[in-house]
């Protein structure tokens, strides 16, 4: 099933704004080019994301770019075939195990587990990512899982938790594995 060529997010809650992200497969993988910009705290920030990602949803790279009232920033992550991460070219070894990139400004992201992973009703799998803060970018660990729950037609649900943000809700999905509903968090609007 060929995914959508873009999709689009309401920020909900956690802060006021928006994300809009253009999908395209390419021959081995996707391209995934975004923007999310934000009112949080009465500060607005902004950031603009070139993620990749093979065939099988592992990420392989992210580039990250913020601006904010202090000025603008950016981070490049790489996932090298050993399984070991680089942040701007530096080791990253706090990361290790991670198969997935996390944007804090994204509710897009939390595609790649859901996607890679491919679970049955009732498996549950933990997916560490390496979680990029906004909008700093801090690149830190992220312990999450998913609990794939019964689906509701097309919809596919998972139960999911980040237990550093004292967070767990349902998460529903679409068929092509997009977040349509992340409470608290993002609504998908297109």
Same mark, same amino acid.
């Given at each position: 099933? +060929? =995914? !959508?060529?873009?999709?689009?997010?309401?920020?909900? &809650?956690?802060?006021? *704004?928006?994300?809009?992200?253009?999908?395209? $497969?390419?021959?081995? @993988?996707?391209?995934?080019? @975004?923007?999310?910009?934000?009112?949080?705290?009465? $500060? %607005?920030?902004?950031?603009?994301?070139?993620?990749?990602?093979? !065939?099988?949803?592992?990420?392989?790279?992210?580039?990250?770019?913020?601006?904010?009232?202090?000025?603008?920033?950016?981070?490049?992550? +790489?996932?090298?075939?050993?399984?070991?991460?680089?942040?701007?070219? *530096?080791?990253?070894?706090?990361?290790?195990?991670? =198969?997935?990139? &996390?944007? +804090?400004?994204?509710?897009?992201?939390?595609?790649? !587990?859901?996607? $890679?992973?491919? =679970?049955?009703?009732?498996?549950? #799998?933990? #997916?560490?990512?390496? /979680?990029?803060?906004?909008?700093?970018?801090?690149?830190?660990?992220?312990?999450?899982? /998913?609990?794939?729950?019964?689906?509701?037609?097309?919809?596919?649900?998972?139960?999911?938790? %980040?237990?550093?943000?004292?967070?767990?809700?349902?998460?529903?999905?679409?068929?092509?594995?997009?977040?349509?509903? /992340?409470?608290?968090?993002?609504?998908?609007?297109?």
């Amino acid at each position: 099933m +060929e =995914l !959508p060529a873009s999709a689009a997010w309401r920020h909900l &809650d956690a802060r006021d *704004g928006f994300e809009v992200v253009f999908l395209r $497969r390419e021959r081995d @993988g996707y391209r995934l080019e @975004g923007h999310s910009t934000a009112v949080e705290d009465g $500060r %607005a920030w902004g950031i603009r994301y070139a993620l990749e990602v093979d !065939p099988r949803w592992r990420t392989r790279s992210a580039h990250v770019v913020a601006l904010s009232e202090p000025g603008a920033r950016e981070v490049r992550l +790489e996932l090298e075939d050993d399984g070991a991460w680089r942040i701007d070219g *530096g080791p990253a070894p706090h990361l290790d195990g991670c =198969l997935d990139v &996390d944007l +804090e400004a994204s509710g897009f992201t939390n595609a790649f !587990p859901v996607n $890679r992973l491919g =679970l049955e009703v009732g498996q549950r #799998a933990e #997916a560490p990512a390496a /979680y990029v803060g906004a909008p700093g970018l801090e690149v830190e660990r992220l312990e999450q899982s /998913y609990l794939r729950l019964p689906d509701e037609g097309e919809r596919t649900r998972y139960d999911y938790a %980040a237990p550093r943000f004292d967070y767990r809700d349902e998460l529903v999905y679409d068929e092509f594995g997009l977040v349509l509903e /992340y409470p608290g968090i993002a609504v998908r609007v297109v």
